[in-house]
């Protein structure tokens, strides 16, 4: 049977996955934010793409993104392959964990449950992941469709800007799914340390996008 505090964790849990989302999108309305002031930089290197006849920088770029969007995407299916023999494997890692000070034991649906949720988490990254692949290449076909003879280029800039910027939204959904993937880990020695690490994670990325270092490069 899973205990309260185990339902009150995961109530936690979810509210921080689904409400960050809600917060961002609240909070990008009148904050910048890494993704907002990116998605200016974004717009400004296409409407110099527009520019160039040769546009092989462009597609080196673009290039470099997919590989690092390649990489987690194939690491996503190797953890998901890692994880689902470990269901045969309850007894004994309740075992040695329950040997651990500070581990609470749990039951083998219990245990059961923490690993599918982990991998629908890596599931999710990558559908996300392979998402941002997709559209990468759709913004590569379009970049190199587009040509300063063209009389919408404004349009064409706007429009190449907001593909690659869903795409990275994307792509950063799917790194979030790995954080949120720390925090199910931390489930299996203590259900008030996932508490903690799940609104920790949430803190951090909240962080970064509003507050960091990086940001305030960036707007320069």
């Given at each position: ?72 995407a194939s690491t996503s299916i190797l953890i998901i392959a890692g994880l689902i023999p470990l269901f045969g ?39 996300k992941y392979t998402w941002a692949l997709r559209q990468y290449n759709y913004a590569s076909v379009l970049i ?77």
């Amino acid at each position: 049977m899973i205990s309260t505090i185990d339902i009150i964790s995961l109530i936690v849990f979810f509210s921080c996955w689904f409400g960050y989302s809600i917060l961002i999108s609240l909070k990008e309305k009148d904050s910048a934010s890494l993704f907002s002031i990116m998605y200016e930089h974004r717009l400004k290197w296409m409407t110099e793409a527009l520019k160039r006849e040769d546009k092989s920088v462009d597609v080196i770029t673009l290039g470099n993104l997919m590989k690092s969007v390649s990489f987690f995407a194939s690491t996503s299916i190797l953890i998901i392959a890692g994880l689902i023999p470990l269901f045969g494997y309850g007894e004994k890692i309740n075992n040695f964990a329950g040997k651990l000070p500070f581990v609470i034991s749990s039951t083998s649906p219990m245990y059961e449950i923490k690993i599918i949720l982990l991998i629908i988490i890596f599931i999710y990254a990558f559908f996300k992941y392979t998402w941002a692949l997709r559209q990468y290449n759709y913004a590569s076909v379009l970049i190199l469709a587009s040509n300063k003879k063209q009389s919408n280029n404004e349009e064409l800039a706007i429009r190449n800007a907001q593909i690659l910027a869903n795409a990275a939204k994307h792509f950063s959904m799917g790194v979030r799914g790995y954080y949120l993937g720390i925090a199910v880990l931390s489930w299996f020695l203590n259900p008030y340390l996932f508490i903690a690490v799940s609104i920790l994670i949430m803190f951090v990325n909240y962080r970064r996008e509003f507050l960091s270092k990086a940001l305030d490069i960036i707007k320069l």
